[in-house]
């Protein structure tokens, strides 16, 4: 059977086995990786990659299962699994699948397949590490070549066809010189060619050169609050938004605080945060969902009113909220400033910038508390030294309506696509 | 059961070669809140490959287990070890010969666990919950269980088959402070073992249930700690994620070689001489660890690897490469989690052994310090630098547990905090409920006693 083939075979046999509704995903992909470590290159590893997920609901029990293999005995033995799990299940009336609107084919490639390339672009990294920064210590680095064609379909109808390909690298340093080491710092981006060089890649020259000024730091002196830039690079804000407060799990239990926030605001009016798959700049973006809905771009919060929780088609009939236009939940972009970065930087007497936050992932009462890695302080509007052991604490809700400014640059990595975002009211302390 | 189609393929092995047969068997049930959101069941498996040739290798793997499929990744992984081999041209010697042997099975495989089990469990604690306790907000009650499958054959070395279950029950309550604001508290249980031996009723769960909400309902009232430098004890199973995070990770030799700071203090004064620690293979002071390791994924037979004796760092964990690389033995923490990884050095059980302090003289040592509990999770850095999240503690005033405190953080640089420590109870706690992230995911233990150390802590 062929992909297509399989994917029907396997809808049939789960209405034919007793589902009232059924979905079905088969993928079948492949990925070409290089592998560097301290250094060195150490690895080419090739994965045929392919999955079946099937799910069933029978009577509004739903069963779920994920496989790994396309051959008919498996795909049999997968169903009945499935069908067994469903009616063994406990009744939900807000499990559903998505019903069909138009039926789509979507293509997003890359340049083409070139290793031969992506091992020069790798080759040429790790020389451009070892000639430019002396200091630092390559400790890991990965580029990949990622091709994937994915079919879902379900039982109301809906066909979905998805090719696509892409690059990706990540890469994993710190600086060292005799005893003094930095912290680890890392760079991952997604592209759709090989052309431009692994260091001219958004922001990874700049944490290149911070990990070797931060060789020698300095620890803030006592405890103070103040404003911290929060780069790029540091996601700590936005996957906090969305864990603690806007997502299935926190809305269902009840526990988010922005339960009832819906058209309200709950930010300062100079940030709008988006979910922005289909962005040019977002490299092989979710072009449909796992409920089975095209996806479209959605504002999670506009001009600072939450405007979009991040629900799931499950989490918005348990809640009656709308669903939202995407699951592409690491897909994120926040609208540019009007203040350029320089600016924002000299209009701060005392702060830090923020590149990488070390610390537990936030309750639901949104307070953060964690290590302040890879980060510089700022004094009387320039940046200074590089910081130890210093530690920020914030609560979400509470600095959200506190953002003095935002960049007008952005920095993309295929992923996301993010200012520098200023914000006050955050505790900064040493030892 | 994985059948042998690999042995065939050994006399035709030319370069230092793996082949290895996988299956990774989840199981998993989320209620949240009453609702049962997940009902999953995944079946990954296949083999893989990898050849090592003049200091590279070449890796690939595929879902169909068949000679077709053996042969396909064989080729595959030679020709990436050739690629590799004629572009890097490192020009190393093979790797060193390693003591040959044939494990089998410790555990039994089984396929007779139906998801319903796990489906009937969940939602019955899910129900006792819910029935019992009066001032939650919500609740959620995860059912999971892997069991890890794997045949390994190598050019050299030892040859394996493998199989691991591990079972788990996790438990949240979250509850609301007076003025409104959400607040958690997890436990999970289990361990090794298929998940009707580890969970014979869920009645087996209610003493620990109760101290679960009775401890929630003390940091609900709980509160802020005053940041700063603190004098406190860390509960075992701290201590255990402290010995996995902020030390463990950076002394794997690979980590050493990315400029860890391990990497200048070999046999130096790294932690008070009432420290000593210890990757466990398989068995740790007489008994079973908690996820034995027999045979690495590089066909190596695992030993022990003492890391910290009496304060003095003593040595690494190796694969064979970096074990080449330091002229040393390898000690068998290669490991893979699925079938389409390649064995990175992984801990196995990292512990840090007892002392002889009695737990309620370290709590009645302290006039003005903290008693931290329970970690959700940590961070740490290659300098040694951690960062744990403190999700149940309690201020120690005149040698007495007061009152609990809100979440918050500790941080600290491992090499000098556990220079700091003075005291190490007799008693040891393990745990395994957690997975451990290095590029890939891997299961691992990690056990120790209490400790009294000198601790930064967050608040305010």
């Given at each position: 059977m062929n992909q297509q083939e399989i994917a029907q075979y396997a809808l049939d046999n789960l209405i034919k086995a007793g589902a009232d509704k059924a979905a079905c995903t088969v993928s079948c992909g492949r990925k070409e990786e290089f592998n560097v470590e301290a250094g060195k290159f150490s690895l080419l590893r090739t994965l045929f990659d392919d999955s079946l997920s099937l799910k069933a609901l029978c009577g509004n029990r739903k069963g779920v299962t994920v496989i790994n293999k396309l051959e008919k005995a498996s795909i049999d033995k997968a169903i009945e699994d499935c069908i067994s799990l469903a009616k063994s299940s406990l009744p939900d009336e807000a499990e559903d699948i998505a019903e069909k609107l138009e039926n789509k084919t979507f293509d997003h490639h890359s340049s083409g397949a070139d290793l031969d390339r992506l091992f020069e672009r790798s080759k040429e990294f790790v020389e451009h590490v070892r000639d430019e920064y002396p200091k630092i210590i390559l400790e890991g680095m990965t580029a990949d070549y990622n091709t994937n064609q994915i079919i879902y379909l379900n039982s109301n109808g809906v066909v979905f066809n998805e090719n696509?390909?892409?690059?990706?690298?990540?890469?994993?340093?710190?600086?060292?010189?005799?005893?003094?080491?930095?912290?680890?710092?890392?760079?991952?981006?997604?592209?759709?060619?090989?052309?431009?060089?692994?260091?001219?890649l958004g922001m990874h020259s700049t944490l290149l050169a911070e990990s070797v000024k931060s060789l020698d730091t300095r620890m803030v002196g006592g405890k103070y609050v103040g404003k911290v830039i929060i780069t790029p690079a540091c996601g700590v804000i936005w996957d906090t938004i969305l864990s603690c407060f806007i997502s299935d799990r926190p809305l269902i239990e009840g526990t988010s605080?922005?339960?009832?926030?819906?058209?309200?605001?709950?930010?300062?009016?100079?940030?709008?945060?988006?979910?922005?798959?289909?962005?040019?700049?977002?490299?092989?973006?979710?072009?449909?969902?796992?409920?089975?809905?095209?996806?479209?771009?959605?504002?999670?919060?506009?001009?600072?009113?939450?405007?979009?929780?991040?629900?799931?088609?499950?989490?918005?009939?348990?809640?009656?909220?709308?669903?939202?236009?995407?699951?592409?939940?690491?897909?994120?972009?926040?609208?540019?400033?009007?203040?350029?970065?320089?600016?924002?930087?000299?209009?701060?007497?005392?702060?830090?910038?923020?590149?990488?936050?070390?610390?537990?992932?936030?309750?639901?009462?949104?307070?953060?508390?964690?290590?302040?890695?890879?980060?510089?302080?700022?004094?009387?509007?320039?940046?200074?030294?590089?910081?130890?052991?210093?530690?920020?604490?914030?609560?979400?809700?509470?600095?959200?309506?506190?953002?003095?400014?935002?960049?007008?640059?952005?920095?993309?990595?295929?992923?996301?696509?993010?200012?520098?975002?200023?914000?006050?009211?955050?505790?900064?302390?040493?030892? | 059961m994985l059948k042998d189609l690999l042995s065939v393929h050994k006399t035709g092995f030319k370069d230092y070669t793996e082949l290895r047969a996988q299956v990774n068997n989840t199981k998993r049930v989320v209620m949240l809140a009453g609702n049962m959101v997940t009902n999953v069941q995944s079946s990954e498996g296949g083999v893989s490959a990898r050849v090592y040739k003049g200091g590279t290798f070449g890796f690939a793997s595929g879902a169909e287990y068949s000679k077709q499929g053996v042969e396909k990744v064989l080729s595959a992984a030679t020709d990436n070890a050739i690629f590799m081999d004629k572009h890097v041209n490192r020009s190393k010697p093979p790797l060193p010969s390693a003591q040959s042997g044939n494990f089998g099975l410790t555990i039994t495989p089984r396929d007779d666990i139906p998801q319903s089990m796990l489906i009937d469990f969940a939602s019955t604690v899910d129900s006792m919950i819910a029935d019992k306790y009066g001032k939650l907000s919500s609740r959620s009650v995860i059912a999971n269980s892997l069991d890890i499958e794997k045949l390994l054959v190598v050019s050299d070395g030892a040859d394996s088959h493998f199989y691991q279950p591990r079972s788990l029950v996790y438990v949240f309550l979250t509850a609301e402070?007076?003025?409104?604001?959400?607040?958690?508290?997890?436990?999970?249980?289990?361990?090794?073992?298929?998940?009707?031996?580890?969970?014979?009723?869920?009645?087996?769960?209610?003493?620990?249930?109760?101290?679960?909400?009775?401890?929630?309902?003390?940091?609900?009232?709980?509160?802020?700690?005053?940041?700063?430098?603190?004098?406190?004890?860390?509960?075992?199973?701290?201590?255990?994620?402290?010995?996995?995070?902020?030390?463990?990770?950076?002394?794997?030799?690979?980590?050493?070689?990315?400029?860890?700071?391990?990497?200048?203090?070999?046999?130096?004064?790294?932690?008070?001489?009432?420290?000593?620690?210890?990757?466990?293979?398989?068995?740790?002071?007489?008994?079973?660890?908690?996820?034995?390791?027999?045979?690495?994924?590089?066909?190596?037979?695992?030993?022990?690897?003492?890391?910290?004796?009496?304060?003095?760092?003593?040595?690494?964990?190796?694969?064979?490469?970096?074990?080449?690389?330091?002229?040393?033995?390898?000690?068998?923490?290669?490991?893979?989690?699925?079938?389409?990884?390649?064995?990175?050095?992984?801990?196995?059980?990292?512990?840090?052994?007892?002392?002889?302090?009695?737990?309620?003289?370290?709590?009645?040592?302290?006039?003005?310090?903290?008693?931290?509990?329970?970690?959700?999770?940590?961070?740490?850095?290659?300098?040694?630098?951690?960062?744990?999240?403190?999700?149940?503690?309690?201020?120690?005033?005149?040698?007495?547990?007061?009152?609990?405190?809100?979440?918050?953080?500790?941080?600290?640089?491992?090499?000098?905090?556990?220079?700091?420590?003075?005291?190490?109870?007799?008693?040891?706690?393990?745990?395994?409920?957690?997975?451990?992230?290095?590029?890939?995911?891997?299961?691992?233990?990690?056990?120790?006693?209490?400790?009294?150390?000198?601790?930064?802590?967050?608040?305010?």
């Open positions: 696509k390909d892409y690059y990706s690298m990540s890469s994993m340093f710190s600086a060292n010189d005799g005893e003094k080491a930095s912290s680890f710092n890392f760079y991952e981006a997604a592209f759709a060619s090989p052309d431009t060089p692994f260091a001219d605080r922005w339960k009832d926030a819906l058209g309200t605001k709950i930010a300062d009016s100079k940030l709008t945060m988006s979910l922005a798959p289909l962005h040019p700049g977002i490299i092989a973006g979710e072009r449909f969902t796992s409920d089975g809905y095209e996806s479209k771009n959605t504002d999670l919060i506009r001009d600072g009113v939450l405007s979009s929780f991040a629900l799931s088609l499950y989490g918005s009939r348990k809640t009656g909220h709308p669903r939202s236009e995407n699951t592409a939940f690491y897909n994120i972009e926040v609208a540019p400033g009007d203040t350029s970065l320089a600016e924002m930087i000299k209009g701060i007497d005392k702060g830090i910038v923020l590149n990488r936050f070390s610390g537990a992932s936030p309750g639901p009462s949104g307070d953060v508390s964690g290590v302040a890695k890879n980060s510089f302080m700022i004094e009387n509007g320039v940046i200074t030294d590089a910081l130890s052991e210093t530690m920020v604490s914030f609560n979400i809700v509470d600095i959200l309506g506190n953002i003095p400014a935002i960049s007008k640059e952005r920095c993309e990595n295929g992923t996301c696509i993010l200012p520098w975002t200023c914000f006050d009211g955050i505790t900064i302390s040493g030892k | 402070t007076d003025d409104g604001v959400p607040v958690e508290l997890f436990k999970s249980f289990g361990g090794l073992g298929h998940f009707d031996e580890i969970f014979p009723n869920p009645a087996s769960l209610t003493e620990e249930l109760d101290i679960l909400y009775e401890s929630l309902m003390k940091k609900r009232e709980g509160i802020y700690s005053n940041a700063g430098l603190h004098k406190c004890i860390l509960h075992p199973d701290l201590a255990g994620m402290l010995a996995h995070e902020a030390v463990g990770h950076t002394v794997e030799a690979d980590i050493v070689l990315g400029g860890s700071v391990a990497a200048n203090n070999l046999n130096k004064r790294v932690a008070s001489d009432l420290i000593s620690m210890t990757d466990f293979a398989h068995t740790a002071l007489g008994k079973p660890c908690p996820l034995p390791v027999y045979v690495d994924d590089e066909g190596i037979i695992a030993k022990d690897a003492v890391l910290i004796e009496n304060g003095i760092l003593k040595s690494f964990m190796y694969n064979r490469e970096t074990a080449q690389h330091f002229d040393t033995a390898p000690t068998g923490n290669a490991r893979a989690f699925a079938f389409s990884d390649e064995p990175l050095i992984r801990m196995r059980n990292t512990a840090i052994l007892p002392g002889e302090s009695k737990m309620d003289d370290m709590i009645a040592s302290i006039d003005d310090g903290y008693y931290i509990v329970k970690t959700g999770n940590g961070q740490a850095d290659t300098t040694g630098e951690f960062t744990f999240s403190v999700e149940l503690g309690y201020e120690i005033k005149n040698g007495k547990l007061g009152k609990a405190i809100r979440e918050t953080n500790i941080s600290g640089v491992a090499f000098e905090m556990l220079k700091t420590v003075d005291m190490v109870s007799d008693d040891m706690n393990w745990e395994c409920g957690g997975f451990c992230g290095k590029k890939q995911a891997m299961t691992a233990g990690m056990g120790g006693p209490a400790i009294r150390c000198e601790l930064n802590i967050g608040g305010r």
